[in-house]
């Protein structure tokens, strides 16, 4: 039997992200006497949550309908759309896709949303936690999920206890919700555990890298949104930039790479850089200052990757389930939406999750994703496919008697030397700081205690210095937004090492690692990226 401390809680919540907070909020709505906690394992309320990000509104008129008179910190509303297709020099305007007119719509940051959603949360009765990891699923005799074990805080590298140890607690509930965002890792046990997939294709992700600017004065038009794609991809990378005018000559931009990339040569980080260099970027930029970076990664499978979403004790929601609407770019009114159903169901269900599922893919959800199921696996065909498809399918409305199938994005890399890779020059002068992904990290201001155990678990290093080396030359040295993985030659001969306090908890490595032999656990809780406003 285990002497941990336990709390009891009708629901406990994995996750203050945006379904996170709408779910619990929306209980609280409906069933106030229900007991609710939402545990956070950023140090803050919004973090380390990283998104564009230019959100549907709807959802949040119909879980806070006063929410305008009291709005989040950053709330632009949408102006002006602008599409453009790049070349190394060059820009083309394109008309903006359907899916893309944000008119109506606001640009915020995520983080700042959620921290203002937590206080809302609370002064209807949640416990909201943040500085907290969910390190472990726990389990009923019957196999049914019973809560998360929190991780224990104040172990050391080698597993001894420190002054400070505590150990963590265990959260009990009724029921669990997994509100982790992409690739969370208790939702990856629980997938495995129930079989959650084997009706579904593997889920599919992106990287998104993030940066906030503050330029001169006179360039900002709050409220403008650019999107771009083409160049600095090739043809056959699913790649596209977003860049959002806010308030206060503040700039929001990003680069965002679908994992599903073959050339293992390929770097998402320097793709970013190089974009901002293209002309029509750089001059909205220079003399400006960072004031925040960081990466995350974006789930991106759709309609045709959701697995089940309940399983005994628990469901998924949000980026967890995977309802981001790719051609959209957008996920956040579909995170709401899902926490929002996920509480009205469990409610009139006497907290019972079975159900949900059926649920969810009756609603305009899935609706919203099975429209669009074939947009983002036409882009495997290349760009010029991929649009010609992409109209095609709007068009259609989503009409078409065929479904793509999505591949596991691990599976993608081809081996170095396989097939021709296009030259990419990612050398080139750039003036735009960072300099390099070092120096990336320190505008996420990351901090975990260096004392800690590593929360990255490469299986067999061998293979990294033996296998991966020859057949895909090491890529975690370049998919790694942060500089966490790093080959050394010394004198006991070449070796992996795990720089793990420069993690920003994106989970790229966790996807793309061809052999799936890296493995993203929390660390300590509070460990982890401090994104301000991103």
């Known amino acids: 039997m285990s002497d941990r401390e336990i709390m009891e809680y009708d629901v406990v919540v994995v996750g203050a992200g945006p379904s996170g907070l709408a779910f619990a909020i929306r209980l609280k709505q409906l069933k106030p006497e229900t007991s609710v906690c939402v545990i956070e394992k950023a140090s803050t309320i919004g973090a380390q949550i990283l998104s564009g990000a230019v959100i549907e509104p709807q959802p949040l008129d119909a879980l806070l309908p006063g929410w305008r008179d009291n709005p989040p910190p950053i709330c632009v509303p949408a102006t002006e759309d602008e599409f453009w297709l790049l070349s190394k020099t060059g820009a083309r305007k394109l008309p903006v896709p ?169 770097q998402p980080w320097e793709a970013f850089q190089q974009w901002k260099n293209h002309p029509s970027v750089k001059s909205l930029l220079e003399g400006g200052s960072i004031l925040s970076a960081g990466a995350r990664a974006i789930v991106t499978g ?33 995170a709401i939406k899902s926490g929002m159903l996920a509480a009205e169901h469990l409610v009139a269900n006497d907290l019972n999750p079975a159900g949900f599922d059926a649920k969810l893919r009756a609603s305009d959800v899935m609706a919203e994703l099975k429209k669009v199921r074939n947009i983002k696996p036409g882009f495997k065909k290349g760009l010029w496919f991929g649009m010609l498809n992409a109209a095609w399918e709007t068009v259609l409305g989503g009409a078409s008697p065929w479904t793509l199938k999505n591949k596991a994005d691990w599976s993608s890399l081809h081996k170095l030397g396989e097939q021709e890779e296009p030259k990419r020059d990612y050398v080139q002068p750039r003036e735009l700081p960072p300099r390099d992904r070092l120096a990336g990290v320190y505008f996420a201001a990351t901090e975990h205690d260096e004392d800690q155990p590593i929360h990255l678990h490469v299986s067999d290093t061998d293979v990294c210095v033996t296998k991966c080396s020859v057949e895909y030359g090491n890529p975690c040295t370049r998919f790694c937004p942060a500089g966490v993985y790093e080959i050394v030659d010394d004198e006991a001969g070449k070796r992996l090492q795990i720089n793990a306090a420069n993690c920003v908890h994106c989970k790229t490595c966790d996807i793309k690692d061809p052999y799936q032999i890296i493995n993203w656990v929390t660390p300590e809780g509070g460990s982890g990226p401090n994104y301000q406003n991103l």
């Open 98 to 266: 359907p899916g893309m007119n944000n008119h109506g719509n606001v640009i915020v940051s995520l983080g700042a949303l959620c921290a203002w959603l937590a206080p809302q949360a609370e002064a209807l009765g949640v416990d909201v936690f943040p500085g907290f990891a969910a390190a472990d699923n726990i389990y009923n005799d019957d196999g049914s999920v019973a809560g998360v074990r929190i991780g224990d805080m104040g172990v050391a590298k080698d597993g001894s206890h420190k002054p400070g140890y505590t150990q963590g607690i265990d959260i009990k509930a009724k029921v669990t919700v997994l509100a982790e965002g992409a690739r969370g890792s208790l939702t990856k046990q629980l997938i495995k555990r129930f079989k959650l997939d084997k009706d579904s294709d593997p889920q599919g992700y992106s990287i998104g890298i993030k940066e906030l600017w503050q330029v001169p004065a006179g360039r900002v038009q709050p409220g403008k949104i650019v999107h771009s794609f083409g160049w600095p991809a090739d043809s056959h990378t699913y790649g596209g930039s977003f860049l959002y005018h806010l308030d206060k000559d503040r700039i929001a931009l990003g680069y965002v790479s679908g994992l599903d990339y073959s050339d293992p040569n390929y």
């Open 302 to 334: 759709g309609y045709q990757s959701l697995p089940t979403v309940e399983m005994p004790g628990a469901l998924l929601i949000g980026d967890t389930a995977g309802l981001l609407n790719v051609p959209k770019i957008k996920g956040t009114h579909q």
